[in-house]
């Protein structure tokens, strides 16, 4: 895999060493390319990075899987076949258990502006660093991280309690999303995200861990699946976003706190215009008859949460650094009063 990328990245050297502007860098992400948080980000957040650097560094955001599939965006950053990445940190749980953990804590924090803050004010950051050092060998620097929704789960049948996840066949990805569904009963199936909408339609799942409820509505699942649980019961999915250690480094000072600054407010923003766009969506098909949205009372949630916590301690026994990760955002929780013990 790594003389795979190795050499696809001096295709890419070959490439660009003639192209016109030498501060654009290419950016994978792992938004599809009609999802709204894609169109949103491409058109309004980034024309602002050349404002913010007064035209010295711009960024071109690519859709999931472009250039390589998302889980090994990792190992294409460290190998300089990408600039960097905008990645679900979801993808990278079987590389190492500590990345299912900051990934997501499924039922873990009540809302993005929380996990946010951990990256952007608490340890994320810092241990999210010390993650992708450990596998990447320091070649790959974090920028920023945290999430920017909460997901809502597409079922094709209803799924109105907790006891209702016993049995069904739930698409997730491999990691702790997987052990918590499976924990709680039903039964995770990993397929990749651009066989959703085919799996759904034929049955082969019966709800998918998809994204946020207005990717939903823009990729048609609901179509399939009209038995959403809104507002979401388990996936809070972190984001990262990276850049080769060299590239990032031969940035000024300035600037590399200008790309920090421009990512946190950008998902800041997507976070509000996100819900804003899930409510709005929500309440057009709750009012529509063909699509029923079911939101879960608190004593299902709280359930769910207990078998999650659950799932956290065992993922964090499977190494030091997935333990180091647990230990920071418990810590976390705690402090701002989502734990008490």
């Not at 709204?36 to 999931?64: A, C, H």
């Not at 999430?147 to 066949?169: Q, V």
């Not at 950008?266 to 939101?295: C, N, P, R, S």
Request: aromatic share 8%.
């Amino acid at each position: 895999m790594r003389l795979k990328y190795a050499l696809l990245a001096g295709i890419a050297v070959a490439g660009f060493s003639s192209a016109a502007h030498a501060a654009d860098y290419s950016i994978q992400s792992s938004f599809n390319a009609g999802d709204f948080s894609m169109q949103y980000l491409t058109e309004n957040w980034l024309p602002k990075i050349s404002e913010m650097t007064d035209g010295r560094v711009e960024i071109t955001l690519t859709p999931n899987a472009s250039v390589v599939p998302a889980k090994d965006t990792i190992e294409a950053v460290s190998a300089g076949v990408l600039d960097g990445d905008f990645t679900s940190v979801n993808y990278f749980s079987g590389i190492e258990p500590a990345f299912a953990i900051m990934a997501d804590l499924i039922s873990g924090y009540d809302t993005p502006a929380q996990m946010l803050n951990f990256c952007k004010e608490d340890r994320g950051e810092e241990i999210q660093q010390k993650i992708l050092d450990d596998v990447t060998g320091g070649e790959v620097k974090l920028i920023a991280c945290g999430p920017y929704s909460r997901e809502s789960l597409p079922a094709r049948t209803p799924i109105r309690t907790f006891e209702d996840l016993k049995g069904k066949k739930i698409r997730a990805p491999e990691g702790l999303a997987s052990a918590v569904f499976a924990a709680a009963g039903a039964s995770p199936v990993s397929i990749p995200f651009s066989e959703v909408y085919g799996a759904l339609e034929k049955g082969i799942v019966d709800a998918a861990d998809a994204s946020a409820y207005v990717n939903n509505v823009a990729t048609g699942l609901h179509d399939v699946a009209p038995f959403p649980l809104y507002p979401g019961i388990h996936s809070m999915p972190l984001m990262q976003f990276t850049m080769k250690k060299e590239k990032w480094e031969e940035l000024s000072p300035e600037d590399q706190t200008a790309l920090r600054d421009w990512w946190y407010a950008a998902m800041e923003d997507l976070t509000k215009v996100v819900d804003q766009q899930d409510q709005e969506k929500a309440k057009v098909d709750a009012a529509g008859g063909k699509i029923e949205v079911i939101d879960w009372a608190q004593e299902d949630r709280d359930q769910l949460r207990e078998v999650a916590r659950a799932e956290w301690l065992k993922f964090a026994e499977k190494s030091e650094l997935a333990q180091e990760a647990l230990d920071a955002n418990l810590a976390y929780m705690k402090k701002i009063g989502l734990l008490k013990n």
